[in-house]
């Protein structure tokens, strides 16, 4: 009777789990891959779902034809209910899925810091539903503007808060910017999209915190010549259906988008495992959970031990997967351990709107046309598949030539009454 491979179950579809899954291509193991959804998402990207400049399909491509060749691979979509670590197996709706290893690669959730009643009418940005639903507010927005009676609700309408001074709050920002004053700008007979006010709003000192000052002043300077209000070091202490209410003042605005901060998945609450304030599971130098070696956590949801703060980017998403691949892959063939895990930053970029982005490579620091450039290419070359790559460079190329968004789509209307 053969004797049964060792099974490596891997939570979630996302960078981290599908290098994890991909580097485990030829080891001696059967490989189970689940996720709730059947896809994985390109995250840096959302944004330009979220303001219309991409279709969904351009940055998510199915978790089962990324691994279609891969034969020791099996995907799973299922939603994961819990883990017991002394049985070894998960529970994932109806399936119970034993393990010899297993590697958890959940991602991180919205965190509104104690106030989860803001999800509602202030939406985040991880996932595909999460663009969709955005940028149908914000279309919706210009088009309930349009039948506006009074001026000060035409405002409301066409007031865009974004919390958060981070990437995506950034990339956010410049993005509508550019919907209104270009893309819709001659659309409508009875408002003008130009005059739209789009305000960032960042509670510490400054935007883009992980870039150098003059970085960060670069951006500042760029979003206020695209029309956008920044604000520093102010606070958000209340969201509703109308605006939000600032430290000191309020804003009414009919579209809110929270940029603001993260949290880990409940891999901690299932691992019965320490975990760090932002619920991230600690882990051992080489990825593991103290007292199970064979239990791996990667990506947002790992706080590794000894090591300076590893940001929730897909870079470290994808060096975790890699590194778990490798380990378990000398594991089960008998091979000394590779050394623990260090990260290695590749470095930041963010783009500002059309021919601007910031980007830090250790001593390089690029701006501009030349750093959106530098940006774009990076991207598309991230992306899964020549078809994409090619897709989403000749839309970029044609929104550059035309100033439009091919992306406009609005579906399932919610009632005048609902954001």
């Not at 897909?314 to 623990?340: D, E, F, H, N, T």
């Not at 839309?395 to 005048?416: C, K, N």
């Amino acid at each position: 009777m053969p004797q049964q491979r060792p099974k490596v179950v891997i939570i979630g579809g996302g960078f981290g789990g599908i290098d994890a899954a991909k580097t485990l291509a030829r080891a001696p193991v059967d490989v189970i891959l689940v996720d709730k959804q059947n896809h994985h998402c390109f995250q840096p990207l959302l944004y330009q779902v979220a303001t219309a400049a991409l279709s969904p399909a351009d940055v998510a491509w199915p978790i089962r034809h990324i691994l279609r060749k891969q034969e020791n691979a099996t995907v799973l979509m299922a939603e994961v209910r819990g883990i017991d670590t002394e049985k070894r197996v998960v529970q994932a709706d109806s399936v119970t899925l034993p393990y010899d290893y297993l590697v958890v690669a959940t991602g991180a959730m919205h965190s509104y810091f104690g106030h989860g009643e803001w999800a509602e009418v202030a939406p985040g940005l991880k996932r595909i539903e999460d663009a969709t639903r955005i940028r149908r507010r914000i279309l919706i927005a210009f088009e309930r503007a349009e039948l506006a009676a009074g001026e000060s609700e035409r405002r409301r309408l066409l007031t865009f808060v974004i919390v958060g001074g981070g990437a995506t709050g950034v990339e956010m920002a410049g993005a509508i910017a550019e919907v209104a004053r270009q893309s819709l700008a001659i659309d409508f007979r009875h408002i003008d999209p130009k005059t739209a006010r789009i305000v960032l709003v960042e509670a510490g000192p400054r935007v883009m915190p992980a870039f150098p000052q003059k970085l960060s002043d670069y951006v500042v300077r760029t979003l206020t010549k695209k029309g956008v209000e920044v604000m520093t070091a102010t606070r958000v202490v209340r969201c509703d259906a109308h605006g939000v209410d600032l430290e000191h003042g309020r804003i009414d605005a009919a579209t809110i988008i929270w940029a603001a901060g993260v949290m880990a998945s409940p891999a901690a609450s299932w691992l019965n495992a320490g975990r760090d304030r932002a619920g991230r599971v600690k882990v051992g130098p080489d990825l593991s959970v103290p007292g199970h070696p064979q239990v791996f956590v990667i990506g947002d949801t790992a706080d590794v031990v000894d090591q300076p703060h590893i940001p929730g980017i897909a870079p470290a998403a994808k060096q975790m997967g890699r590194y778990v691949g490798r380990l378990i892959a000398a594991r089960v063939a008998g091979r000394p351990a590779p050394p623990p895990f260090h990260y290695r930053h590749l470095g930041d970029l963010a783009t500002v709107g059309r021919q601007a982005a910031v980007v830090k490579l250790g001593w390089l620091e690029l701006t501009g046309f030349i750093g959106w450039v530098f940006w774009s290419v990076v991207h598309i070359y991230f992306l899964i598949g020549v078809r994409d790559r090619f897709i989403v460079a000749f839309t970029w190329f044609w929104d550059y030539v035309t100033f439009q968004r091919g992306a406009r789509l609005i579906t399932q209307v919610p009632p005048p009454d609902q954001p």
